[in-house]
């Protein structure tokens, strides 16, 4: 059996996650970043044989559209699918279904799946510092139900919640802009997972395109992107009675 990890982590959440998680399921995996730009993913095959772990962030609880347009290249050839949807502690709402739609119109199987928290990508200090130590405990409780599954040969399928048709996809309008200390290296626009940022002028960020995945953010070497403060401010806001109390991760098996 072969192991692979596929993941879109802009910020790396839930890169953070997904590890932790397939460590515990297998000592050696192949990554596929989702993130890349210009990946060929469709030359990506697998085997019956296979295992997959598939982890995207929630975005207002959906899956990011350009993951699923890139998932959907994949040629999961019936493949084992081990689920992982990572939410900045607020809710995850249609994302887990979405994937396991996504995952199985790829050709996977699903086995197993993951709900798992990490630092909100817009507002850091809700979920700040997650997925922790007792995160990571709960992660590897979760591995080893499914190791159990897989030794018994059990693919049954997992009741997965969410809802179909899912809830109406809706952006952030939060486009990260730099400031005075863009000193134009360029790393932001050659990161951006879906071309928004112009690489001959890194000032130019196109509103259309952008996702707010923030990841031009959280790697700018000179912290200069930044999101509108009154903006951020009014997010915090809304978020602060849904996300200030603990939540935990959940498996479906």
């Known amino acids: 059996m072969k192991c692979y990890e596929i993941t879109f982590s802009p910020t790396g959440g839930t890169q953070k996650a997904a590890d932790l998680l397939t460590k515990e399921l297998s000592g050696e ?30 975005y207002g609880g959906r899956v990011p559209a350009v993951a699923v347009e890139r ?19 607020r809710a995850y709402e249609d994302t887990l279904a979405e994937l396991e739609d996504a995952a199985v119109q790829a050709g996977f199987r699903v086995i197993a799946a993951v709900a798992a928290i990490a630092e909100h990508s ?33 693919d049954t399928k997992p009741a997965i919640p969410g809802n179909r048709p899912y809830k109406k996809a809706g952006g952030s309008g939060m486009v990260p802009k730099p400031g005075k200390g863009c000193n134009h290296c360029g790393l932001c626009a050659q990161k951006c997972p879906v071309h928004a940022i112009d690489p001959q002028d890194p000032q130019n960020t196109d509103q259309d395109l952008c996702i707010s995945c923030m990841r031009c953010v959280s790697i700018c070497p000179q912290s200069a992107r ?28």
């Open 122 to 154: 817009v507002v850091r200090r809700y979920a700040a510092g997650r997925p922790d130590a007792e995160d990571e405990k709960q992660l590897q409780a979760f591995a080893a139900k499914i190791r159990e599954k897989l030794a018994a040969g059990d």
């Open 226 to 253: 930044k999101v509108n403060p009154v903006m951020l401010a009014a997010a915090d806001l809304m978020l602060k009675k849904v996300c200030t109390d603990r939540k935990e991760g959940e498996l479906y098996i």
């Open 29 to 58: 995996c192949t990554a596929v970043d989702l993130t890349k730009q210009d990946a060929d993913f469709s030359a990506a095959a697998f085997t019956a044989e296979d295992l997959a772990v598939i982890a995207v962030p929630s």
């Open 71 to 89: 998932l959907g290249t994949l040629k999961g050839n019936g493949a084992r699918a081990v689920l992982v949807c990572v939410y900045g502690n």
